[in-house]
């Protein structure tokens, strides 16, 4: 959880709404719910459309479940939760959970997914190192990581028609129409989108991974989702009119 104080800080921003289609590139089942879904929620509220792309099935992510089991049950869960803010398409890249490389064949299947949606707004997940600026802030994990960069650089790939060429070859022609990517969870946030309308969503949405959760935290399940984002998205209202807030690193395109 990042924490900053605020009084030292610029305003954030709004998000761009000038856009249609927005595509979601995260690592595992419930990266989105623990971050941005009460943006997702407010998207879909405004007619945007919003495609999920996950890289893994979280399969390695329940130390009491095998992967053979854990696997399909947080694809269910994932797909109940986005639909629960108004996501429909939910997409699996099929990556190994937990061992997750940055490298040319992700890139290469994020470009594909880019090429195939063809967003205007492409959202991750922090990629960098911690989860906070300065030194004690907690260590991020390798897949964030590698699935955050490639999702950067393959929204570049994606309108290059001599990377990964053979992408035409399958019918997914170039798409140079990204203009921008938002990275959540960012310690260095300069954009926000207000959560309180879809906060009640946001919460359901986090609770269908219900599995995961329970494995988590002996705390009620709904006390803890509703404590978390609350509080998340609390942390961010002093730099945005005092509303609570999803906040994003914006890279322009």
Request: net charge negative; hydrophobic share 40%.
């Amino acid at each position: 959880m990042i924490t900053t104080d605020a009084t030292d800080l610029p305003d954030l921003r709004e998000m761009p709404g000038d856009w249609r289609r927005a595509l979601a590139v995260v690592a595992h089942p419930d990266d989105l719910e623990y971050g941005c879904a009460a943006a997702v929620a407010a998207w879909t509220d405004a007619g945007k459309e919003v495609v999920y792309v996950l890289a893994t099935r979280g399969e390695a992510g329940i130390d009491t479940l095998d992967p053979e089991t854990c696997g399909p049950l947080r694809e269910r869960e994932q797909r109940d939760s986005a639909a629960v803010v108004g996501v429909d398409t939910v997409e699996f890249l099929d990556h190994r959970d937990g061992v997750l490389e940055y490298g040319v064949p992700l890139r290469r299947d994020i470009a594909a997914a880019i090429r195939r949606h063809r967003p205007e707004l492409v959202v991750t997940l922090n990629h960098r190192d911690t989860w906070g600026p300065g030194p004690g802030a907690p260590w991020n994990t390798p897949d964030h990581r590698a699935v955050g960069r490639a999702t950067l650089d393959a929204a570049a790939d994606a309108g290059n028609r001599w990377i990964f060429p053979e992408l035409a070859d399958e019918g997914l022609q170039p798409w140079d129409g990204v203009r921008w990517v938002a990275v959540s969870g960012s310690s260095t946030p300069t954009h926000a989108v207000d959560a309180a309308p879809g906060l009640d969503r946001a919460i359901e949405s986090l609770l269908c991974h219900r599995a995961y959760i329970e494995a988590l935290t002996d705390q009620d399940p709904e006390e803890y989702v509703r404590d978390f984002l609350t509080t998340t998205t609390g942390q961010a209202a002093g730099r945005f009119g005092g509303r609570p807030a999803v906040s994003f690193e914006l890279f322009p395109r």
